[in-house]
């Protein structure tokens, strides 16, 4: 089957580091996509991974490893306003392309 | 539109009650997708169509659900005889594409319809 692992919740500092892991277990792996999510609103996509290595995108930046099912995104320069969920989701061919989405990890950004 | 929109953001039905919840995806997008979102959860898949067909809908729960795009655009879901369960937010999404090529397949959510059952 198709799985997704990441933490329910992390707390890190204003102007800190804060990096979000999310282990995964498809078939027919196809990328892999990270979304923030505020409490209330829609999810809204962040990044996007295919291949093995590091994607950056200002502050920013989402690292793959298909081999090992694992990703991370990593924040840098933490505000407060990057208090969110993030969404780490799957995309698979099962007979078409599917979408699958992790739990979420709830990042609470502290002054 | 600029992005995706769905209405009613909120709907409170009584059990027993249906309810449509319309999606206008963002224009030029051929695929579409239904999520269901319980609190704390991440979305979960319920159905998907390519223009105006639906390609999947192994993701309804029960055939009280029911989806449509007609006419490759605007999309409803509709659910019959709600139930307390169905309580949930109800999101739309769309993208370029499903064909696993990368960027194009990249979905764009619209707010959600907040359900809430009595």
């Known amino acids: 089957g198709q799985n997704i692992d990441q933490p329910t919740e992390m707390t890190a500092t204003e102007g800190a580091i804060v990096q979000i892991n999310c282990t995964y277990q498809?078939?027919?792996?196809?990328?892999l996509f990270w979304y923030q999510q505020h409490a209330g609103e829609a999810p809204t996509f962040l990044s996007y991974?295919?291949?093995?290595g590091l994607e950056e995108k200002g502050r920013f930046s989402s690292f793959l490893s298909r081999s090992k099912g694992y990703s991370y995104l990593l924040l840098k320069e933490l505000q407060m306003k990057d208090s969110a969920s993030y969404l780490c989701?799957?995309?698979?061919?099962?007979?078409?392309?599917?979408?699958?989405f992790g739990a979420g990890t709830r990042l609470f950004v502290k002054a | 539109g600029a992005g995706v929109s769905q209405s009613p953001r909120y709907k409170v039905a009584k059990r027993g009650q249906d309810v449509a919840l319309r999606c206008d995806p963002i224009?030029?997008?051929?695929?579409l997708f239904w999520y269901q979102q319980a609190l704390g959860q991440g979305p979960e898949f319920l159905t998907y169509?390519?223009?105006?067909?639906?390609?999947?809908k192994s993701g309804l729960p029960s055939d009280r659900f029911f989806a449509e795009r007609p006419e490759g655009s605007v999309s409803t879901l509709k659910i019959q005889r709600t139930q307390q369960e169905d309580s949930a937010v109800y999101l739309c999404?769309?993208?370029?594409?499903?064909?696993?090529?990368?960027?194009?397949?990249?979905?764009?959510f619209g707010p959600g319809t907040r359900l809430t059952v009595l």
């Open positions: 999404a769309s993208s370029l594409a499903n064909s696993g090529l990368g960027f194009t397949d990249t979905q764009y």
């Open positions: 498809t078939s027919g792996f196809n990328g």
């Open positions: 991974n295919v291949l093995d």
């Open positions: 989701a799957v995309r698979y061919s099962l007979g078409g392309f599917k979408t699958i």
């Open positions: 224009s030029g997008h051929v695929s």
């Open positions: 169509f390519q223009n105006e067909a639906q390609l999947d």
